[in-house]
């Protein structure tokens, strides 16, 4: 939970600051002890910045009254930025989106949700990895995004559980400076949309989905002649 989270790099932050204070250590070892409390003190600053989010993300009032946005500029532009971070890493990202794609929503908490799948896409690739991020129109009025990324298989265990809070799968992503909290906040802003977000894993491609529904085509009326 937040206390256990938050507890682990404080203990670690109060034990070398009681180090330093030792006159007795060498100037090596006191510039280890304030090097590791500037590790985690940074690690505690974005735990506490994605507890903000996800507490932002839960006090958007579920019968709030979205504007119409065109989600599928907001994916391409979502995307840009990761692109250079994807080549740099050695991987490869691939991109499918329908251009127009209409929904009722808020931007930059659509854009949060792209942000934390396409991140988590880039940690967990496995070497020279491809993700793909779709954009598609779906029967009955829907778009389903989809961002699959190879790496390894997510068991059917942990697939249920990817969207608690604090949950992690493996202590992989505990390494990579994962919290848990990512995916929790995707969910949140999904359902305040009144969206769906699922996640499925075969053949060494860990796929997450998210449907929303599009807002309805709005035809011009013709003028009486």
């Known amino acids: 939970d937040a206390s256990h989270e938050l507890k682990t790099p ?15 250590y060498h100037s090596t070892n006191r510039s280890a002890f304030s090097a590791n409390i500037l590790v985690m003190s940074r690690q505690m600053r974005s735990l506490v910045e994605q507890m903000l989010k996800l507490a932002r ?15 599928s500029q907001i994916v391409s532009d ?23 794609m209409m929904i009722n929503g808020d931007p930059a908490q659509l854009r949060q949700i792209l942000d934390i799948l396409l991140d988590n896409a880039g940690k967990y690739s496995c070497e020279k990895g491809i993700t793909r991020v779709t954009l598609k129109r779906t029967g009955k009025g829907h778009c389903l995004l989809t961002v699959a ?35 929790s906040i995707a969910e949140s802003i999904v359902l305040r949309h009144r969206g769906k977000i699922w996640a499925e894993s075969s053949g060494q491609v860990n796929t997450f989905f998210v449907e929303f529904g599009v807002t309805p ?7 009486r002649s």
């Open 57 to 71: 993300a839960d006090s958007i009032q579920s019968n709030r009254t979205f504007s119409p946005v065109n989600f």
């Open 149 to 183: 990324n190879e790496g390894p298989e997510i068991s059917e265990k942990d697939l249920p559980q990817l969207f608690k809070r604090f949950y992690r799968a493996d202590q992989a992503r505990s390494r990579n400076g994962s919290f848990g909290l990512g995916l």
């Open 78 to 100: 979502a995307i840009l930025p990761f692109e250079p971070v994807f080549f740099e890493e050695g991987l490869t990202l691939q991109t499918d989106i329908t251009e127009n």
């Open 10 to 24: 404080l203990t670690v932050i109060m034990t070398n600051a009681e180090l330093l204070q030792d006159p007795g």
């Open 217 to 223: 085509d709005v035809k011009k009326k013709k003028c």
